[in-house]
């Protein structure tokens, strides 16, 4: 089962009933509020119910949204993550993540884009204390960032995180 959610109630989706798509269901909910939340981990219980896995998938996500999915995956028990970010986040306040990268990137003479994408890696990765390792019962948490050189858009970063559940 496929769940896609995103504020925009104009979007334009006559494709979802097509018979193909069955298994596809469109929440109209703001990513960043308990709605959301909850329906990620509705879908994790239901998935590990039917001896199945729960992804979080993101692509050319903008801004926070990017931040949003790797903190509703590590929340909500998501057993992976595959996000490709898109826009810098916007400079609106300065104790929210990701505000200054614009900033520490031109003082760093690096690309902002791989500094963001960095950024959400180290995020993602960071303090996995709570998954521990499979040795001591918890799950192990696995992260990668890569380039994907077949993608002709600049935002071509694509960041993965898998839990290995013990047994």
Request: aromatic share 6%; proline share 4%; charged share 25%.
């Amino acid at each position: 089962v496929i769940h896609m959610c995103d504020l925009d109630g104009r979007m334009k989706i006559p494709h979802l009933s097509h018979p193909s798509m069955r298994n596809v269901s469109f929440h109209l909910e703001d990513v960043f509020h308990d709605d959301a939340a909850r329906t990620v981990r509705n879908a994790v219980v239901n998935a590990h119910l039917d001896g199945g896995y729960c992804l979080v998938v993101g692509v050319h996500l903008c801004g926070d949204l990017s931040r949003r999915a790797v903190q509703l995956w590590r929340e909500c028990g998501a057993d992976a993550l595959v996000l490709c970010p898109c826009c810098l986040p916007r400079r609106r306040r300065a104790d929210a993540f990701g505000f200054h990268v614009v900033d520490l990137a031109r003082k760093m003479r690096v690309d902002g884009y791989g500094l963001w994408c960095t950024m959400l890696y180290g995020l993602l990765a960071a303090d996995n204390s709570d998954h521990l390792d499979a040795e001591n019962g918890a799950d192990a948490v696995m992260c990668n960032m890569c380039v994907d050189e077949d993608v002709t858009s600049p935002q071509r970063s694509f960041l993965t995180a898998v839990r290995r559940r013990p047994g």
